[in-house]
């Protein structure tokens, strides 16, 4: 990239992105190319810098509501989650971040050694991750499902960039839907759900017991579910402040509950399926449980 096409893509004055460029260089965030006048690459350990400021970003910027009130949220905590709002963009872009070399890679090899002819991903977001997959297996289909408006606009733009969108459904919906109407899991070799079930706890519980027995019905015997979840106060030591962090960020100011893994155990075993793997991830406080019937 150099300064002038940079700021004629995002419109902004050529002196303004030459200083911000200059400042990245500065920071070790991109390089001079030799031989180029004026032109900048990004350093080959890019995503390991977003990676790392993901887990920054999203204790700051994602819980910011949080963070500016909290007086609010301890002396009445209900009320203050009604009136200081989350911004889901904020909330999306870190947890991307994070994911990139945090809980994503374990979640595509193992959906990729089951090259499955058919993927539903609950709380899709932009559907970064079934792109991936499409794109990888020219005969497999999916689904993207999501409650944000704004994501699912994002999740069909990129799908027709990537070339998959003839594969990819996007349906704009809440993953509680799920409980009255299954349609959109129905012949599902691998349905996946990303840090969106707690979502429910405790208020919904049972509606997403109901989603989970739904889940088992839709599939075959050769399908799985993989659920990327949190657990509450992870005690081991490379894992214990962020997990402090996560879980009392959860429960204190968005009201949720996490689950154990053996609670969580529970609940699959009792939607019918019988054999339930974790896996820790490199994400503090993350685990991917991989569930069979």
């Not at 990129?158 to 109407?181: H, M």
């Not at 599902?188 to 997403?208: N, R, S």
């Not at 100011?253 to 490199?282: H, N, Y």
């Amino acid at each position: 990239m150099n300064a002038t096409k940079l700021a004629d893509d995002v419109d902004l004055p050529v002196k303004g992105v030459q200083d911000l460029l200059e400042a990245y260089e500065a920071a070790a965030i991109v390089t001079r190319v030799p031989g180029e006048d004026g032109s900048f690459r990004a350093v080959s350990d890019l995503e390991w810098l977003c990676y790392q400021a993901g887990y920054v970003s999203w204790a700051m910027n994602a819980n910011r509501p949080f963070v500016e009130n909290p007086r609010e949220f301890l002396e009445n905590p209900e009320t203050a989650r009604r009136t200081h709002l989350r911004d889901m963009r904020e909330v999306a872009v870190s947890s991307q971040w994070m994911g990139s070399k945090a809980f994503y890679p374990a979640l595509l090899s193992t959906v990729f050694e089951a090259r499955p002819r058919r993927i539903v991903d609950l709380g899709a977001g932009t559907a970064r991750m079934l792109i991936e997959v499409l794109q990888a297996f020219p005969e497999t289909t999916g689904v993207a499902l999501d409650m944000a408006h704004d994501a699912c606009t994002a999740a069909v733009e990129a799908s027709k960039f990537a070339g998959v969108d003839d594969r990819l459904t996007v349906v704009e919906a809440p993953i509680q839907s799920l409980a009255d109407d299954p349609t959109v899991l129905e012949g599902a070799q691998v349905i996946t759900a990303g840090f969106v079930f707690h979502d429910m706890m405790p208020e919904e519980e049972e509606t997403a017991d109901r989603i989970l027995r739904n889940c088992r019905s839709a599939m075959g015997s050769d399908g799985f579910l993989a659920i990327t979840e949190a657990v509450p106060y992870a005690a081991m030591g490379w894992e214990r402040r962020f997990s402090a962090l996560v879980t009392y960020m959860h429960q204190q100011f968005m009201g949720r509950r996490l689950l154990t893994e053996s609670q969580w155990r529970d609940k699959f075993l009792a939607a019918g399926f019988s054999e339930v793997v974790c896996i820790r991830q490199p994400f503090p406080t993350g685990r991917l449980f991989v569930v069979r019937p």
